[in-house]
Every structure is written in structure tokens, then in C-alpha cells.
């Protein structure tokens, strides 16, 4: 377990499967005692204790204990730190729109990826603008649904530095498998240095060849690109998109033959997706765009 909350749902649940385990045997035993061993009639006050301890103390005492443990456990988790780190996630239709607050105040967007730091109490303000979407990291914390017209807070602490995979765990149409996520946790040093760069606009040249085209094809009426003309908020925030771990919402890599295949086969990898497939330009314009976006670092 690389979090807070799912390690101790991890104790719960196994302490319940123990407990359960325990009950079983206590009464598979009970019963081949009472069948096959035990003959003949049972003293009335041996029958008495009998079902007095085995029908009211014992599950009395054990379901007690249980449900003391849990109303406990569950009451140390989804505390929010007032302080701590605050991360706004949409799920969209299939994708995940991200965005951080930056060390000057302003918003910085991201997307498919989520950076955090590890052993702090960070709240992630989950909703949605279209469907239901869930939103689970199984080795941080349990999912939480993410629902139109409303913000959900999940309160987390991961715990281990790593990368861990995040998906949708409610289906929200065609291509709802293919609406995964990464999870980098890092120390708390790498991740103030990540997110002052990340807060920066596009490291690319704005002469670039494969700006130009990219702009001129419309690609910013719904992309954007900081530091440049793009400014489109309808798909993910492309200002740093070579950086992440995954195109698509974790399907493709992220290179630049991947990007052309995104470009060009849009519907093919992701079915239904909102982008249209841009299969009409020449081959060297798709190469040209790719290797542009390719190099946003
Ligand atoms: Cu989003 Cu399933």
C-alpha cells in the first residue's frame, strides 16, 4: 500500500476476514458436534449457557469489537488538512482534467496525471461536467464518485514515492476502460520543484513550424498551450504534455509517433472521443505538429 487510507482499509479488511475465519470454525465445529458426536438428550442448563453465550454474548462481544474498530478506523481517515495541498480533478468524457495551484496563486492545468507529494495530507476536489465518473488510486485511497454539479472532496496521504496507476471505477460510456491515470508521488522537494516548472508556459520555441500549423488546423479552439496563441479549454492542456507519463488517458506512450497516431486515428484508440481525427492533412504537417508537440517538455 503506497497511502494513509488504503492501508488501514487494508488492516480492517483483513481483520475481518480473520474475524469471519474464526467464526466459521467456532461454528462448522459447534455443528459437527451437535450432529455426529452429541447423542441423545442435552441437559436443560448445559442447552441454556449454550445458547445464551453462543446466541447473545459471543456475537454480541464480537460484533461490538468489530464495529468499534471500524466506526474508529474510518473516523482517522478523510480528515482534511485546512492547510495541506489542494488538487481539482475533473473526470470528462475520457480523460482527466487536472489543475494545481501554482506558487504564484494562479491555477496551472494538467492533465491524465496527477503529481503529489508523499507523507501529505492532500484534498482533491473531484466533480464532473458531463456523466458520472469515479475516481480510484487502489493502492492510495478508496474511490469516490465524481458527480455534475457537485465538488467531493477525497482527503488522501500518500505515503511512498512511486508511480501508480488511477482508473474510472464507474462506467461512463464507450470508452470508459480506456480512462486510466498516473500517480506520481514524489518527496515534497521534487514536488515544489516540478510544480514551479510545470506553472511555466511552453518551453518550445513559439516560431516553431509545428506551432504555426497547429494553430492554423484550429487545434487551439480547444487546446492550450501557455506562452502561446492556443488557448481552448474544451480538451486536455497541452503546455507540458511531452512531460507526462501516458497520451490518451493512459493508452499510448508519449512519443512522437504515438502523438501522430493520436492526431490522425483519434477514434480508432479512443472510441467516441469529442477530438475529431485530423486524417486530411499531409503527412508532413501530422509529423511536423507531432514532433512540435512532442517537444513540450
Ligand atoms: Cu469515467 Cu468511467
Known sequence: MAGREAGEMASLLWLLVWAAGVIWILVLGTAVYATGISRGPVDDRVANVMILAGGVFLPTLVLGGLVTWTVWTMSGLRVPDEQGLRVAVSGEQWWWRVAYE?????????????????GETVTLELSSPDVI??????????????????VNELVLEPTKPGIYRGVCAE????????????????EPDAFAAWLAEEARPASASS??????????????????IR????DGRVGPDLTHVASRKSLGAGILP??????????THTREVKPDARMPPYDMLPEAEIATIAGYLASLK
Not at 462506467?171 to 514524489?186: E, Q
Not at 506551432?211 to 484550429?218: H, S, V, Y
Request: charged share 15%; with cysteine.
Open 102 to 118: 501554482g506558487p504564484d496563486g494562479n491555477p496551472v492545468a494538467s492533465a491524465n496525471e496527477i503529481r503529489l507529494p508523499a
Open 133 to 150: 465518473h469515479s475516481f480510484w488510486i487502489p493502492s492510495i485511497a478508496g474511490k469516490m464518485d465524481m458527480i455534475p454539479g457537485r
Open 171 to 186: 462506467y461512463c460510456g464507450t470508452s470508459h476502460a480506456l480512462m486510466a491515470f498516473s500517480v506520481v508521488v514524489m
Open 207 to 224: 516560431a516553431h513550424e509545428g506551432l504555426a500549423l497547429f494553430l492554423e488546423n484550429g487545434c487551439g479552439a480547444c487546446h492550450a
Open 227 to 230: 506562452g502561446t496563441e492556443a
Open 254 to 263: 508519449v512519443t512522437q509517433a504515438a502523438l501522430e497516431e493520436w492526431i
